[in-house]
Nanobody, 121 residues
């Protein structure tokens, strides 16, 4: 059974940091593009960050650029999202996602269950 299991969410204050983790299991994810989506209440789900299998390519939404860093450890089948200088507008459910294609915004093969991040002002 393929699983993406997120952890690391929580309630923090503005300016704090959090690191999300996504542990992948159940198949080999070699060649997959991995990413973190987020969905705030009343808003559409958006791609916040993505990373290629080799980590040679990364993508960040403008809203998180310079504050968030995506990374991965292929030996542990784990993807991370380091979030610094958090803002109240970063409050959302964060979802880990995996796609066999390079276009996470058009095709996601596997989703995690989501982890809540709440940033208070």
């Amino acid at each position: 059974q393929v699983q993406l299991v997120e952890s690391g969410g929580g309630l923090v204050q503005a300016g704090d940091s959090l690191r999300l983790s996504c542990a992948a299991s159940g198949r080999t994810f070699s060649g997959f593009r991995m990413g973190w989506f987020r969905q705030a209440p009343g808003k559409e789900r958006e791609l916040a960050a993505a990373i290629s299998w080799t980590s040679s390519y990364t993508y960040y939404a403008d809203s998180v650029k310079g504050r968030f860093t995506i990374s991965k450890d292929n030996a542990k089948n784990t993807v991370y999202l380091q979030m610094n200088s958090l803002k109240p507008e970063d409050t959302a459910v964060y979802y880990c996602a995996a796609s066999i294609t390079t276009a996470l915004t058009t095709r996601v093969d596997y989703w995690g269950q989501g982890t809540q991040v709440t940033v208070s002002s």
